[in-house]
T-cell receptor, first 115, second 109 residues
Framework: DTEVTQTPKHLVMGMTNKKSLKCEQH?????MYWYKQKAKKPPELMFV???????INESVPSRFSPECPNSSLLNLHLHALQPEDSALYLC??????????????FGPGTRLTVT | GIQVEQSPPDLILQEGANSTLRCNFS?????LQWFHQNPWGQLINLFY???GTKQNGRLSATTVATERYSLLYISSSQTTDSGVYFC???????????FGSGTKLNVKP
């Protein structure tokens, strides 16, 4: 099984709302990633977790708050977002961090619209 | 970081035609993947190919690591092959993947 699941599939939120995106994998992977993808662009890395610890934060604004409560789950908490944060948010996982020789697998994404 | 360039940026094919997509990278890598992003946004793993040649049905890929490029071949293209193809690379001590800008493929019936 090479499945990464993400919920919700679609999310519309106002600029004052607080919401969370959820990502789950049961492949025993110990590296998990959040990406943001705008239309006609490649995925842009936001955060990397390794063994449930934050390994990389690509200078993401604090209105995005990641959390890795256990080795299978990755959350992205959203608060006071801006309309320009509207995008496809992708979660991915790999057995170990990117520099090792393991494939990365992506979830189907959450399409976020901020109004 | 590692610079990744993909070509061509856009490609329009008639169904049944063959195509070659290219990925050039600026540094030695030990991890290279090809993905297909379908119109719904799902990134599908096509090949994990840091070196050598692999084939899967109508698709095949070759990576020449010493010359820092990889090729993805699509034969007898179908409309379901439409979408964006991404190459992503990484190397030892780099904890993230570097993506190319993608090749957008449109296969017409």
């Amino acid at each position: 099984d090479t499945e990464v699941t993400q919920t919700p599939k679609h999310l519309v939120m106002g600029m004052t709302n607080k919401k969370s995106l959820k990502c789950e994998q049961h492949m025993g992977h110990r590296a998990m990633y959040w990406y943001k993808q705008k239309a006609k662009k490649p995925p842009e890395l936001m955060f990397v977790y390794s063994y449930e610890k934050l390994s990389i934060n690509e200078s993401v604004p604090s209105r995005f708050s990641p959390e890795c409560p256990n080795s299978s789950l990755l959350n992205l908490h959203l608060h006071a977002l801006q309309p320009e944060d509207s995008a496809l948010y992708l979660c991915a996982s790999s057995q170990r961090l990117a520099g090792s020789s393991y494939e990365q697998y992506f979830g189907p994404g959450t399409r976020l619209t901020v109004t | 970081g590692i610079q990744v360039e993909q070509s061509p940026p856009d490609l329009i094919l008639q169904e049944g035609a063959n195509s070659t997509l290219r990925c050039n990278f600026s540094d030695s890598v030990n991890n290279l993947q090809w993905f297909h992003q379908n119109p719904w946004g799902q990134l599908i793993n096509l090949f994990y190919i840091p070196s050598g040649t692999k084939q899967n049905g109508r698709l095949s890929a070759t990576t020449v690591a010493t010359e820092r490029y990889s090729l993805l071949y699509i034969s007898s293209s179908q409309t379901t092959d439409s979408g964006v193809y991404f190459c992503a690379v990484s190397r030892y001590n780099f904890n993230k993947f570097y993506f190319g800008s993608g090749t957008k493929l449109n296969v017409k019936p």
